[in-house]
Nanobody, 124 residues
Framework: QVQLVESGGGAVQAGGSLGLSCAASGRTFGWYTMGWFRQAPGKEREFVAA????????VYADSVKGRFTISRDNVKKTVYLQMNSLKPEDTAVYYC?????????????????WGQGTQVTVSS
């Protein structure tokens, strides 16, 4: 069992930066692929980024590639999402998630545990 709690959301102007954190409980954090997803009003939840168990492999959605960076600290049991050059279209609730497999990191259905989400609002 893993419990996830996101923090770090807020409001920022376009071009600005925000850093999100997701703290996990439980002793098996290192067993899980970790991902970030987001959901804007009226839209489906979409994949943002994922990081492998050891942190050496990272995958990004095309829409955030080059602007967002995912990382993890298995000692602190925390996964991070650094978001730079933010755009209004990045506005959404951001969720972190944990997957016991790494078959398809871009699919929400592959993830077993989810946080409650944190709001990110980017104004133009």
């Amino acid at each position: 069992q893993v419990q996830l709690v996101e923090s770090g959301g807020g409001a920022v102007q376009a071009g600005g930066s925000l850093g999100l954190s997701c703290a996990a409980s439980g002793r098996t954090f290192g067993w899980y692929t970790m991902g970030w997803f987001r959901q804007a009003p009226g839209k489906e939840r979409e994949f943002v980024a994922a990081v492998s168990r050891s942190g050496d492999r990272k995958v990004y959605a095309d829409s955030v590639k080059g602007r967002f960076t995912i990382s993890r600290d298995n000692v602190k049991k925390t996964v991070y999402l650094q978001m730079n050059s933010l755009k209004p279209e990045d506005t959404a609730v951001y969720y972190c998630a944990a997957a016991s497999t790494s078959r398809n990191q871009g699919l929400a259905s592959e993830y077993d545990y989810w946080g409650q989400g944190t709001q990110v609002t980017v104004s133009s």
